[in-house]
């Protein structure tokens, strides 16, 4: 493999402005203040509690940022060999003009210092925008969220629905649809007018996705309204059991499907958390992925809905090959992404190299950030990009013989045009 070859992808793939189709980001508070908001994330304090750090040294309430970062940083020489710890120095480099290699207790605050100075600047957000490349990104918007505030253009509203899903047993979430919307949910009716008007309101403010995370066990069947009226009523009487929450579950995710479909939203589906595995990890560090879930579970819904496009990500490496076989057979499933666990490049090249080499090259979205602060966005999917060029080199200039410029077309279309046709064919 020619280094000058690959390095030349990468630039390539470099120029490439992107659409990130998937974050956490608050869109009023979008990037960093300090340092604590990047090791803040949950990748670093659960590292740091895996090598050691008790849990409640990280989490201790009304701790400073600055006490934070101190107690984190003796930690990171247990973690200097992990990708993640290779995005904080590319961050520090890139973003925050710090020439380091490692971060350690001679230098963290300096770079601390560096951080502060540099993320108060009042165009900032703007900076790492332009130094990220990202034209746009997509946030994570509960139910009744009003959407209001910030530029819809620049953050692509998207619903999230797991607490529709699952939680709508639950008074609280009820009353907050009712909030949201001016409906009362108690039986199959209201539920579908309650969506109704929440599909409204978010297509009205620029959404260009729905999206739930789902546990390994969840199938979604279609319900009948009657099925669904008998568990409603249980439901809001307070009795109801495990099965009529299940029924519920279901029929509400149904109904999600149909006004996807009516609405012409894709519908992401993030597939195979299991929550709560480690209840003693920080926030965020106590979920893991089950290789007991099946896309089988979701062929019904694939079937029933060819109108929908479902971009698919799994939790467990080992579904990787399931998802790259029904993206080949089913035009409405689309591969999306290197999910959470997935996000390594040991995870990335396999999973990357088998969708390109089976997957109509239309139906796959590359990458997304998932991230909850703007800086990451650099590291992250610079760190895709590599994986990505040293595929299109192997497989596709040295393997198939096309030229680079062939290659780097595909990349073009897997990172950026891609998200376009999928989410912006309106």
Request: with cysteine; proline share 6%.
């Amino acid at each position: 493999m020619s280094q000058q070859a690959l390095d030349r992808i990468v630039a390539a793939l470099s120029d490439i402005e992107l659409i990130d189709p998937h974050s956490h980001i608050n869109p009023h508070d979008p990037a960093s203040h300090n340092l604590a908001d990047i090791l803040g994330y949950h990748y670093y304090t659960e590292l740091a509690h895996s090598a050691g750090l008790p849990a409640d040294r990280i989490e201790e309430s009304d701790i400073s940022p600055k006490e934070l970062v101190s107690r984190l940083v003796p930690k990171l020489d247990s973690l200097d060999n992990t990708i993640q710890l290779s995005w904080l120095v590319e961050i520090a480099r890139e973003l925050l003009d710090v020439d380091i290699d490692r971060v350690t207790s001679d230098n963290w605050e300096q770079l601390y210092d560096a951080a502060e100075q540099k993320m108060s600047a009042p165009d900032w957000e703007s900076e790492v925008l332009k130094r990220s490349k990202l034209k746009q990104v997509f946030l994570t918007n509960d139910f009744d969220d009003p959407l209001e505030g910030f530029d819809t253009d620049r953050y692509i509203p998207c619903l999230r629905t797991d607490d529709l899903v699952f939680h709508l047993h639950q008074p609280s979430v009820r009353e907050r649809v009712a909030n949201a919307t001016g409906v009362e949910v108690t039986d199959a009716k209201s539920v579908w007018e309650a969506l109704g008007k929440l599909f409204s309101h978010f297509k009205s403010k620029n959404a260009k996705a729905c999206a739930i995370s789902l546990p390994p066990d969840f199938v979604p069947t279609h319900v009948t309204d009657e099925d669904a009226e008998e568990a409603f009523m249980r439901l809001t009487d307070g009795r109801p059991s495990i099965e009529d929450r299940q029924v519920v579950s279901r029929f509400v995710f149904w109904s999600l499907a149909e006004m996807c479909a009516e609405h012409r939203l894709p519908f992401d589906l993030m597939i195979g958390v299991n929550r709560s595995v480690y209840p003693a990890g920080v926030h965020q560090g106590r979920d893991l992925y089950d290789s007991r879930c099946s896309l089988s579970q979701y062929a019904e819904l694939f079937n029933f809905f060819p109108q929908v496009t479902f971009p698919v990500s799994v939790l467990a490496p080992t579904m990787n090959q399931e998802l790259v076989s029904y993206a080949w057979i089913f035009p409405n499933v689309v591969t999306s992404g290197h999910w959470w666990y997935s996000n390594i490049p040991a995870h990335i090249e396999p999973d990357c190299r088998a969708r390109l080499q089976a997957v109509p090259r239309t139906k796959q979205i590359g990458y997304y950030s998932d991230m909850y602060k703007l800086e990451f966005g650099l590291p992250k999917f610079a760190m895709y990009r590599r994986v990505l060029a040293k595929v299109l080199l192997e497989d596709f200039v040295i393997g198939h013989g096309w030229s680079e410029e062939r290659a780097v077309d595909l990349g073009q279309t897997v990172l950026r045009s891609n998200v376009e046709s999928i989410f912006f064919a309106d």
